[in-house]
């Protein structure tokens, strides 16, 4: 997905869509990581300051094994499957693995450390399918190391000290993947379920719910290692299935001899049940051939080693290798804009300086050039009822998702009305695929020039789009289901104006920066 550049759609930016650029900047892989790194670092001033007892040297040894051999052994396994290391995730995994395990200098301490480092770069290459890791990294080396005795994972994040920047830490990464539905699900089952069995040993309901969320590692376990993008099923609704079945297992006890009740245990049930249902392992993409589509914006067509399965409105995580990173990760998110009965793979980019380091990769790609697809999701689809009504509203390239829509044929017989922002004219992409559609398109112009031929004029030079003008638009709105596609700030105010103007149902689905 790309940023958008869009005329005024409504009121100032609130405070969520101020929120929604500045997360925009980074990918969900770099967030994590720095806000992994600053919980680090804040466990090194709490220890100091005598909130934490393990010593300063041995944290700094744990700290430095756990991210030195994670990103040791993913460049040397790396070598060897002759792929290129994602060393953003190799130091996300050895992060993780710091606050499963103890610091210690006990040499069988360390040596179960080592082990779990060294089994959780392996599980991504070994424990695969098509390329695609089946397990969480770090869950797989924690459970593993487990069971060979040597060391077992006490999730020590779990503790009250950490609390202060544990909490907005994992809101911050929730909000930006836009998985706190998912979150809530898991927290409240498995929260349940630990106070009841706490109150059952005499504890206080107050104290049980306590106990839960500040001394079991429930919220680091929701927040960095439950929702992360690649071991979830592509649905919401699966998602939300998965987070109850995960929160039972989370919080039941049980022990089967060699397997007892552990985060890790869960963690790894869930993502197999992940695994079975959603897109099994990545996809190879050959690079077939690019046209522009406005002076801004381009689309890249590429053909898949093997059929992608999809629904129209879905997105795929494309990893894109550069020599020189610009700060924002390997892998990003782009909306497919064809039909899924299509042999060809499409995504519409804006491509206008300045370029990030991913676009000039894509801009770079040669007929026959080769691509990784990790993942496929999404749930920006329309209702499964062909009757139902909808206003679909895009900002800038923010017009890619509806493509496929259309491609897929799901407009054909649809009461549809599509309304487009664009700076001006010539900004229009995809003018020829409307015009075709037969759908009603109405575009509203920042520089007030005429739109292209088969498309009504909004009021342009720049004016807002509010509650009052789209209800004028479309005076059936309360009616429509509304779908709003754009940058974070974009789809922000159109929500909100949606919501003014009488829509009772607002899915959108947001560009974040990159």
Request: charge should be positive; glycine fraction near 8%; proline fraction near 6%.
């Amino acid at each position: 997905m790309s940023p958008v550049e869009t005329p005024k759609t409504g009121p100032a930016p609130s405070v969520a869509g101020r929120l929604d650029t500045m997360l925009g900047r980074f990918t969900m892989y770099r967030l994590i990581l720095l806000v992994l790194a600053a919980l680090a670092a804040y466990s090194l001033l709490l220890d100091v300051l005598g909130w934490l007892t393990f010593g300063i040297p041995e944290m700094l040894a744990h700290l430095a094994l756990c991210l030195g051999l994670t990103y040791a052994s993913n460049r040397v396994l790396a070598a060897l499957f002759r792929v290129r290391p994602h060393s953003e995730s190799s130091l996300i995994t050895g992060l993780l693995l710091y606050f499963l395990f103890w610091p210690s200098f006990q040499a069988l301490d360390v040596a179960g450390v080592a082990l779990a480092c060294v089994l959780a770069s392996a599980s991504k290459y070994a424990l695969s399918w098509r390329g695609r890791h089946i397990f969480n990294p770090a869950a797989a080396g924690a459970f593993v190391a487990g069971l060979t005795g040597l060391n077992i994972a006490t999730w020590w994040a779990a503790t009250p000290a950490m609390l202060c920047l544990l909490v907005p830490g994992v809101l911050l990464v929730l909000y930006r993947t836009r998985k706190f539905l998912m979150a809530t699900v898991f927290t409240l089952v498995a929260t349940s379920i630990i106070t009841v069995e706490l109150l059952r040993a005499g504890m206080t309901a107050g104290m049980g719910i306590y106990q839960a969320l500040a001394q079991r590692p429930l919220l680091f376990f929701v927040g960095f290692m439950l929702t992360e993008p690649l071991t979830l099923p592509p649905r919401r609704w699966q998602q939300l299935a998965l987070a109850a079945v995960v929160g039972v297992v989370f919080a039941v006890p049980y022990n089967l001899g060699f397997i007892a009740n552990s985060p890790e245990a869960a963690l790894l049930l869930g993502n197999l049940l992940a695994f079975l249902v959603g897109q099994r392992g990545g996809v190879k993409l050959r690079f077939a051939g690019s046209r522009q589509l406005t002076p801004s914006t381009t689309e890249f067509s590429f053909e898949p080693a093997r059929a992608v399965r999809f629904l129209p409105g879905q997105y795929m995580e494309l990893d894109l290798p550069h020599a020189k990173s610009d700060g924002k990760g390997r892998r990003r998110v782009f909306s497919l804009t064809g039909s899924p009965t299509e042999r060809l793979v499409k995504f519409g980019v804006r491509t206008a300086e300045p370029l990030s380091a991913a676009k000039k990769v894509l801009l770079a790609l040669k007929p026959g050039d080769e691509l990784a697809a990790t993942s496929v999701g999404g749930d920006f689809i329309l209702p499964g009822d062909p009757n139902k009504p909808v206003l679909l509203i895009a900002a800038g390239i923010g017009i890619t998702p509806f493509l496929s829509h259309l491609a897929s044929g799901q407009l054909r017989e649809r009461d549809a009305v599509m309304l487009l922002l664009a700076r001006s004219a010539d900004e229009v992409a995809y003018a020829d695929e409307l015009r075709a559609s037969g759908v009603r398109v109405l575009v509203h112009l920042a520089d007030g020039s005429e739109p292209p031929a088969g498309m009504a004029a909004v009021s342009g030079h720049g004016a807002r789009l509010d509650g009052e003008t789209l209800a004028q638009l479309v005076p059936d709105i309360a009616a429509r289901d509304v779908y709003v596609s754009g940058s974070p700030a974009s789809v922000a105010s159109l929500r909100r104006a949606a919501r003014k103007a009488g829509a009772r149902r607002v899915h959108v689905d947001s560009f974040s920066g990159y």
